[in-house]
C-alpha cells in the first residue's frame, strides 16, 4: 500500500543507515581525493539515503591515467577479440542474476518506477551479449589497390580512454548503451554517472571485476558536472567522449571536446511529436500518446510531449485522453500498482513547475493537472500532477522547449503537410509517432520527419538491435544497433611493399 502520511512516507529511510560509496579506479575500491561525500536523494521521500563521493580532477586523473595504463596492458589489448567477448557476455549474465537489486536501487535513486526500472536492467544484458558477440567481427579489409607491388589492407582499432558521462533517468541503461560497445571493441573507459543518482553505477562496478575484466579497464568516478565532468572531457588522455544528457550542456560538452579534437557521440533529448490522425485506431492512439508522456513521469528522451491531433478527431480523442490519464495512480515507485512516479529532482521539480507556469502565461489551456501533486499517497515526495495543455500554439515555449515531465502539449492539425510543418518545427529531432491505418501515410510521415526514430502505431521501444539517436539539436552519432561499433572505432591503412624495390624518393609513390 502507498503510505499516506508525510510522516510515514519519509521514515522510510533512515539517515544513519546510509551506505558510503567509493569509487572504482584502477580495479580498487578509493576514497575521493578531497575526503568528502555528499547526499544521494530518494525522490519519493524527498530524503537522503546514501552517500556519494565527491571526486575532484585528481581522481579524474587518477582514473584517466588507471584507464590509459589498461588500454596499454597486455591482459586488456592482447586478449583475443574473442576472449574479449567473452568478458561482456559473462558481464551479461552477472548482471542478469543481479537484476532485481539493481533495478531496486535505481527505483530508489531516481524515483521512477520498479515496473519499469527493473524491465530495464533485466534488458541490459541483451547490449553486452550482443556487443560481446560483435567483439570478434570487426574486420578490417584488403583494398584492392590501383599501384603494383604494393599490399594495402585496414584495421579497425579502438580509440583508447572513453568518457562515458550519463544522465540520472536511466542510469545503467543509457551507461550500457556506451559501455557495450565501447568495450567489445578494446577501449578502456572512465564512467561519470549523474550526481542525482550514482548509486546504481557504483554497485554496478563490481561486476566488471567479477566478470573478469581486467583492472582499470573500467573506472567510476562520481561527482559534479563542472567539478569532474569538465576534468573529464578536457583530460587530454581522453579519446573520445560520449554523452546523454540536457542539449545546453551537450553544447558545453561538444565545445570542450572540440578543443581537444575528441570523437563525440551526444545524446540531448527532444521535443517529439505524437501525432495521431483520423483514420487511427483511437483507443490504441490514446494509450499510445499517454504511454509516450506520463510513462517514466515524462522524463525520458523519447517523450511524445507534444500531441498532434488530426481536427476530425480532436475533441473525441481529447476527451478520451484526458478520461485515460485522469485514471494515473500516483505514489511510491517501489509498488507495482503505480503508474506515475515523482520527478527524479529538486532542480528538475521546480523546472517543471517553471515550464507549466509558463505554458498558463502563454494562454494555453490547463484541461488536466497543472501543480504539485498534493494527493496523501504522494507523501514529501517530488510529484507533479500528469498535466495536459490544449489550446497550445506550435511558436510557444511549451511546444519548443524540452520540459522533461508529465506535460503534455496539444495540438491541432488540418492535414500531413500541416502535421509535418509543426511537428519539424523544432530545434530537436529524436523522435516521433504516427498513429495511422493508412500504409501510405505511415510511410510517407515516416520519411517526411526529422527525427532519428519514428514509430508507427507504438512508442517508446527501443532494442539494442536498432540504431538509436538524434537529428538536428538532439544529437550526433547513433547508439545500438550493429553500427554503432563504428563509434569507438578508427581505422588504420596499412601499406606493405611487395617487390623489395625503392622506387624514385623524389615523388609520391
Ligand atoms: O542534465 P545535464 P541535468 C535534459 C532535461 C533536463 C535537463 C537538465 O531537459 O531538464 O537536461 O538535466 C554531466 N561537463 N536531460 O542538469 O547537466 C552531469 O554531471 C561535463 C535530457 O541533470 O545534461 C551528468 O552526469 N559533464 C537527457 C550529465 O552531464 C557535465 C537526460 C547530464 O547532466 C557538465 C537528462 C559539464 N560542464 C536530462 N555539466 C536525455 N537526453 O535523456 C553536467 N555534466
Given at each position: 500500500m502507498a503510505t499516506s502520511t508525510r510522516q510515514t512516507n519519509a521514515a522510510a529511510e533512515k539517515p544513519e543507515e546510509m551506505k558510503k560509496h567509493r569509487l572504482l579506479i584502477g580495479g580498487n575500491w578509493a576514497e575521493p581525493s578531497t575526503g568528502k561525500w555528499f547526499e544521494s536523494m530518494n525522490p519519493y521521500t524527498a530524503r537522503p539515503w546514501a552517500l556519494v563521493p565527491r571526486s575532484a580532477k585528481e581522481d579524474i586523473n587518477r582514473a584517466v591515467a588507471a584507464a590509459k595504463a589498461a588500454f596499454h596492458d597486455p591482459a586488456w589489448r592482447g586478449l583475443t577479440a574473442t576472449a574479449r567477448g567473452h568478458l561482456l557476455r559473462k558481464l551479461a549474465d552477472l548482471i542478469a542474476a543481479d537484476a532485481e537489486r539493481l533495478g531496486k536501487i535505481e527505483s530508489t535513486d531516481n524515483g521512477k518506477l520498479i515496473a519499469e526500472m527493473a524491465a530495464q536492467v533485466r534488458y541490459i544484458p541483451q547490449w553486452f551479449h550482443y556487443f560481446g558477440g560483435l567483439a570478434d567481427k570487426i574486420e578490417g579489409r584488403v583494398i584492392p589497390i590501383d599501384k603494383p607491388g604494393v599490399f594495402n589492407f585496414t584495421r579497425e582499432e579502438p580509440l583508447g580512454v572513453v568518457a562515458a558521462i550519463t544522465p540520472w533517468n536511466s542510469p545503467l541503461l543509457l551507461a550500457t548503451w556506451k559501455l557495450a560497445p565501447a568495450l567489445a571493441a578494446g577501449n578502456t573507459v572512465v564512467w561519470k554517472p549523474s550526481e542525482f543518482s550514482s548509486v546504481s553505477a557504483l554497485e554496478f562496478g563490481e561486476l566488471f571485476e567479477r566478470a573478469g575484466f581486467p583492472p582499470g579497464v573500467v573506472n567510476i568516478v562520481t561527482g559534479f558536472g563542472n567539478e569532474v565532468g569538465e576534468a573529464l572531457v578536457t583530460h587530454r588522455d581522453v579519446a573520445k567522449v560520449a554523452f546523454t544528457g540536457g542539449d545546453k550542456t551537450g553544447e558545453q560538452v561538444y565545445a570542450m571536446a572540440a578543443r581537444g579534437i575528441k570523437h563525440v557521440t551526444l545524446e540531448l533529448g527532444g521535443k517529439s511529436a505524437n501525432i495521431v490522425f483520423d483514420d487511427a485506431e483511437v483507443e490504441e492512439a490514446v494509450k499510445g500518446v499517454v504511454s509516450g508522456i506520463f510513462a517514466a513521469t515524462g522524463q525520458t528522451c523519447i517523450a511524445g510531449s507534444r500531441a498532434l491531433i488530426h481536427r476530425p478527431i480532436y475533441e473525441q480523442f481529447v476527451e478520451k485522453l484526458l478520461a485515460l490519464a485522469k485514471t494515473a495512480k500516483m505514489g511510491n515507485p517501489l509498488e507495482t500498482s503505480t503508474q506515475v512516479g515523482p520527478v527524479t529532482t529538486q532542480p528538475q521539480y521546480q523546472k517543471v513547475l517553471d515550464y507549466i507556469r509558463i505554458a498558463k502565461e502563454e494562454g494555453?489551456?490547463?484541461?488536466l493537472g497543472g501543480g504539485p501533486a498534493k494527493r496523501p499517497e504522494c507523501g514529501d515526495g517530488w510529484f507533479v500532477e500528469p498535466t495536459i495543455f490544449t489550446g497550445v500554439k506550435p511558436e510557444m515555449r511549451i511546444a519548443q522547449?524540452?520540459?522533461?515531465?508529465?506535460v503534455l502539449s496539444i495540438i491541432p492539425f488540418e492535414d500531413e503537410e500541416e502535421a509535418i510543418r509543426i511537428a519539424n518545427d523544432t530545434m530537436y529531432g529524436l523522435a516521433a509517432g504516427v498513429w495511422t491505418t493508412s500504409i501510405r501515410r505511415a510511410l510517407t510521415m515516416s520519411e517526411r520527419l526529422a527525427a532519428g526514430t519514428v514509430w508507427v502505431n507504438t512508442y517508446r521501444a527501443v532494442s539494442y538491435m536498432s540504431p538509436f539517436g538524434g537529428y538536428k539539436r538532439s544529437g550526433i552519432g547513433r547508439e545500438s544497433g550493429i553500427d554503432a561499433i563504428r563509434e569507438y572505432l578508427q581505422t588504420k591503412s596499412v601499406w606493405i611493399d611487395t617487390v623489395g624495390k625503392a622506387p624514385n624518393p623524389f615523388v609520391m609513390r
Open positions: 494555453a489551456v490547463c484541461a522547449e524540452e520540459v522533461f515531465g508529465p
